[in-house]
């Protein structure tokens, strides 16, 4: 799924105040209005205790039950910032409760999964009631809707309506036909599905173009719409409930694909934030975990972001905040362009609720970014230890906690020595390297610092920051430390 939709969110200063809410005007409730106030005051007393500012909450009161014109059973999404409205955004379903969020992050994973499995379709009703002949008497009423599912509930999408009288009814289906092929066209849709009277629909689908007739899906009963919702919304209900798009599911074959290869995958948090920090990854899939507590540490930029503060600070980010993982992992994936995937756990189980397809499986050519450069070993990323400080004290010399998810936690310490001069090819190795899974790279007084670990099939990974003055090294580590490390990214502040 392309998250495209929300880039202005991101283009704009936080903190941000995110608000999901029930604003439902259905039959069963006797004042909708009353119901959505007293929901609103939960919520802003919520706010207030979080810290927010009376600008974002005056803001998001301004439009929370303003959707007054969308019938049925539906929610709002609402982001404001400073004051000022930042998204709106309807919910084709009410959220399962109602939220409300202050933080640096806005909390978008919830309005990303109502948005999909976002189908691209056209739905067709073929109104007749006559005799089944070109020779009767009457009119051919065809609605059409061109939309994407689920959104369409709430946002209508663009309509069609033609009245045919009968007797043009073959000559004007073929012309129908040419005109709904533009459409899907336009929106690349993967499903045609047509209803109404058997004969008339029937004389439709045999008129339309080759391309658009293999795509078709008949359905019975589609009934009447209600006004302002999406046209035959029970029958589409049923038949794209549970359904992934047809470009998700690509992307997952693509995924599973480089699985059995070996190749340009991986799973498990920590492989995905390691590869979300390099620009790589294409696809992340996630098993939707919607009261996930899982945090994350992340800095000013879209790819500023850890599973520790200490691995953060490490890279030179000073600014560093522990934001929510759904929050911290759709800006990065926003930020870099990648998609995300959602996937059922009856459908695959991900390790850790996480995968990643990635843009290349070999990350052995050298890189260049404003302020960091990175060298590579030439081996697929492979899933990372789970990593936390022990306390402050030990902190200081890079001791971590590696947790192997069992309840089981065992410390670990190490160091690299540093050369007499800068730029020294000598002492350049970590203390006890075979016995080690992980530990510190550098002092307080060394020229270069950083973290290492071993992943699971024992290649070695580094993360090294040189100190100002110490650029003179980014030459000389890619010759020495590849017979250490299978995977080297050095960040030198200041050097191009």
Same mark, same amino acid.
């Given at each position: 799924?392309?998250?495209?939709?929300?880039?202005?969110?991101?283009?704009?200063?936080?903190?941000?105040?995110?608000?999901?809410?029930?604003?439902? =005007?259905?039959?069963?409730?006797?004042?909708?209005?009353?119901?959505?106030?007293?929901?609103?005051?939960?919520?802003? !007393?919520?706010?207030?205790?979080? &810290?927010?500012?009376?600008?974002?909450?005056?803001?998001?009161? =301004?439009?929370?039950?303003?959707?007054? !014109?969308?019938?049925?059973?539906?929610?709002?999404?609402?982001?404001?910032?400073?004051?000022?409205?930042?998204?709106? !955004?309807?919910?084709?379903?009410?959220?399962?409760?109602?939220?409300?969020?202050?933080?640096?992050?806005?909390?978008?994973?919830?309005?990303?999964?109502?948005?999909?499995?976002?189908?691209?379709?056209?739905?067709?009703?073929?109104?007749?009631?006559?005799?089944?002949?070109?020779? *009767?008497?009457? #009119?051919?009423?065809?609605?059409?809707?061109?939309?994407?599912?689920?959104?369409?509930?709430?946002?209508?999408?663009?309509?069609?309506?033609?009245?045919?009288?009968?007797?043009?009814?073959?000559?004007?289906?073929?012309?129908?036909?040419?005109?709904?092929?533009?459409?899907?066209?336009?929106?690349?849709?993967?499903?045609?599905?047509?209803?109404?009277?058997?004969?008339?629909?029937?004389?439709?689908?045999?008129?339309?173009?080759?391309?658009?007739?293999?795509?078709?899906?008949?359905?019975?009963?589609?009934?009447?719409?209600?006004?302002?919702?999406?046209?035959?919304?029970?029958?589409?209900?049923?038949?794209?409930?549970?359904?992934?798009?047809?470009?998700?599911?690509?992307?997952?074959?693509?995924?599973? *694909?480089?699985?059995?290869?070996?190749?340009?995958?991986?799973?498990?948090?920590?492989? *995905?934030?390691?590869?979300?920090?390099?620009?790589?990854?294409?696809?992340?899939?996630?098993?939707?975990?919607?009261?996930?507590?899982?945090?994350?540490?992340?800095?000013?930029?879209?790819?500023?972001?850890?599973?520790?503060?200490?691995?953060?600070?490490?890279?030179?980010?000073?600014?560093?905040?522990?934001?929510?993982?759904?929050?911290?992992?759709?800006?990065?994936?926003?930020?870099?362009?990648?998609?995300?995937?959602?996937?059922?756990?009856?459908?695959?189980?991900?390790?850790?609720?996480?995968?990643?397809?990635?843009?290349?499986?070999?990350?052995?050519?050298?890189?260049?970014?404003?302020?960091?450069?990175?060298?590579?070993?030439?081996?697929?990323?492979?899933?990372?230890?789970?990593?936390?400080?022990?306390?402050?004290?030990?902190? #200081?010399?890079?001791?971590?906690?590696?947790?192997?998810?069992?309840?089981?936690?065992?410390?670990?310490?190490?160091?690299?020595?540093?050369?007499?001069?800068?730029?020294?090819?000598?002492?350049?190795?970590?203390?006890?390297?075979?016995?080690?899974?992980?530990?510190?790279? &550098?002092?307080?007084?060394?020229?270069?610092?950083?973290?290492?670990?071993?992943?699971?099939?024992?290649?070695?990974?580094?993360?090294?920051?040189?100190?100002?003055?110490?650029?003179?090294?980014?030459?000389?580590?890619?010759?020495?430390?590849?017979?250490?490390?299978?995977?080297?990214?050095?960040?030198?502040?200041?050097?191009?």
């Amino acid at each position: 799924m392309r998250l495209s939709f929300l880039e202005p969110l991101y283009k704009q200063p936080g903190p941000f105040a995110s608000v999901y809410m029930d604003t439902s =005007r259905d039959s069963a409730l006797e004042d909708p209005d009353a119901a959505i106030a007293l929901r609103w005051r939960h919520l802003r !007393d919520a706010l207030i205790s979080e &810290g927010a500012d009376h600008g974002s909450i005056t803001a998001v009161a =301004r439009m929370v039950g303003s959707d007054t !014109d969308v019938p049925g059973t539906h929610g709002q999404a609402v982001f404001t910032a400073h004051g000022r409205l930042a998204l709106l !955004d309807e919910l084709p379903a009410p959220p399962a409760r109602d939220t409300a969020h202050f933080g640096t992050l806005p909390d978008t994973m919830p309005l990303i999964v109502q948005h999909t499995p976002e189908i691209p379709y056209l739905a067709i009703h073929v109104h007749y009631s006559g005799r089944h002949s070109t020779d *009767a008497t009457g #009119t051919v009423r065809v609605d059409v809707e061109v939309g994407a599912w689920p959104l369409v509930k709430v946002t209508p999408g663009h309509r069609l309506h033609e009245e045919i009288p009968v007797a043009d009814w073959l000559h004007a289906a073929e012309a129908i036909g040419r005109k709904l092929e533009e459409h899907a066209r336009r929106i690349d849709a993967e499903e045609v599905v047509v209803a109404g009277d058997v004969w008339a629909r029937g004389i439709l689908v045999r008129r339309l173009p080759a391309s658009l007739r293999r795509r078709v899906t008949t359905v019975e009963g589609a009934g009447e719409s209600t006004p302002g919702r999406a046209l035959m919304e029970h029958r589409l209900e049923s038949l794209f409930g549970g359904r992934m798009a047809a470009h998700d599911r690509d992307l997952l074959d693509a995924f599973l *694909a480089q699985q059995a290869r070996r190749g340009a995958s991986a799973e498990g948090l920590s492989a *995905a934030v390691s590869a979300l920090q390099r620009g790589q990854v294409k696809a992340l899939f996630l098993n939707d975990h919607p009261e996930s507590r899982l945090c994350l540490w992340v800095g000013p930029d879209p790819g500023q972001l850890a599973l520790t503060e200490q691995e953060l600070r490490s890279y030179g980010v000073q600014d560093v905040r522990e934001e929510r993982a759904g929050a911290a992992l759709t800006r990065a994936l926003v930020g870099t362009r990648a998609e995300l995937v959602l996937v059922p756990q009856e459908q695959l189980r991900l390790r850790g609720g996480v995968g990643v397809l990635l843009r290349y499986a070999d990350p052995s050519s050298k890189t260049s970014t404003q302020g960091s450069t990175s060298y590579s070993g030439g081996i697929p990323l492979l899933d990372r230890r789970s990593l936390r400080p022990v306390r402050e004290a030990e902190s #200081t010399r890079g001791s971590v906690v590696r947790d192997d998810g069992d309840g089981a936690a065992c410390v670990m310490e190490g160091g690299l020595g540093h050369g007499a001069e800068q730029g020294s090819q000598h002492g350049m190795v970590p203390a006890s390297a075979d016995d080690q899974q992980s530990g510190a790279l &550098g002092g307080p007084d060394d020229c270069l610092r950083g973290a290492f670990e071993m992943d699971a099939v024992g290649h070695l990974h580094a993360r090294i920051l040189l100190v100002p003055g110490a650029q003179g090294l980014v030459q000389v580590l890619p010759r020495v430390l590849p017979d250490l490390f299978s995977d080297v990214v050095v960040h030198a502040p200041g050097c191009v």
